[in-house]
């Protein structure tokens, strides 16, 4: 499978900061891997047109409609981009959305020809309670619709106490989470479970990338503050890419 790299700019950035895609474009547009960039709304028919994968951070589940302030996945879709966001922690845990709404949301950007990025991921309390494996399954169960598969999905797990923060799981934790949501992919999928992308995401950087992407069932990897400037998001895509 081709690895993926996705950035998420979550609410940052404006028409100034374009020049940042010319510089990833002209670096890594046409590499061994898929780079992503998901902007905010305000941003996508001009993020199109630099070169790069782009999508967006979130979606409605309705195509149209008396939603004030919402995007659905076919007008993102219908500014040039390819990819979506759904059930990202800071979605679920801002906005309290749950697994059936975030299923919903995918489904819609199924429809809507995007390629879904689902993130899934355990709190801190979660995590030093050993239910990681547990929150993860249940997320995976209930969040990803059936009939998913590599075309139209990647799965990212982010551990929501990593976000930000600075701190990340050890490789062998990580390891071992990617191991297991693998074996509960081709439980549910079959032979689309082997095939359908797992990328890491929380405090990825380049001091760190090497090692995790070295790592059995890391596909690559979902970032987000390293992501806005290119000096700092080019050494992780190439540390992808070398891996390849």
């Not at 899934?120 to 399954?137: P, S, W």
């Not at 390891?175 to 074996?183: C, T």
């Amino acid at each position: 499978m081709r690895k993926l790299i996705a950035g998420n700019w979550k609410m940052n950035g404006t028409q100034a900061d374009i020049f940042e895609l010319d510089r990833l474009a002209i670096a890594h547009g046409a590499g061994e891997v898929d780079v992503v960039i998901c902007g905010p709304a305000t941003l996508l028919s001009q993020m199109v047109r630099v070169g790069l994968n782009i999508g967006g951070q979130d979606c409605h589940t309705n195509i149209s409609g008396a939603n004030t302030g919402d995007i659905s996945a076919m007008m993102i879709a219908d500014t040039g981009a390819r990819y979506v966001i759904t059930g990202h922690s800071e979605r679920r845990n801002d906005h309290n959305e749950n697994d059936a709404l975030i299923s919903a949301k995918t489904k819609a950007g199924w429809d809507a020809g995007l390629h879904v990025i689902l993130c899934i991921g355990e709190t801190e309390a979660q995590y030093h309670k050993d239910e990681t494996l547990d929150v993860l399954r249940a997320q995976m169960d209930h969040s990803i619709p059936d009939g998913a598969s590599e075309e139209n999905t990647t799965i990212a797990y982010e551990p929501i106490w990593a976000i930000g923060t600075g701190l990340t799981p050890t490789t062998k934790e990580i390891s071992a989470v990617h191991a297991a949501l693998r074996a509960h992919l081709v439980t549910r999928f079959g032979a689309s479970g082997t095939a359908i992308r797992l990328v890491y995401g929380g405090s990825v950087k380049a001091s760190n990338a090497n090692d995790i992407f070295a790592l059995p069932n890391v596909d690559g990897a979902l970032v987000g503050g390293a992501s806005l400037k290119a000096t700092d998001f080019s050494p992780i895509i190439l540390a992808l890419q070398q891996s390849v």
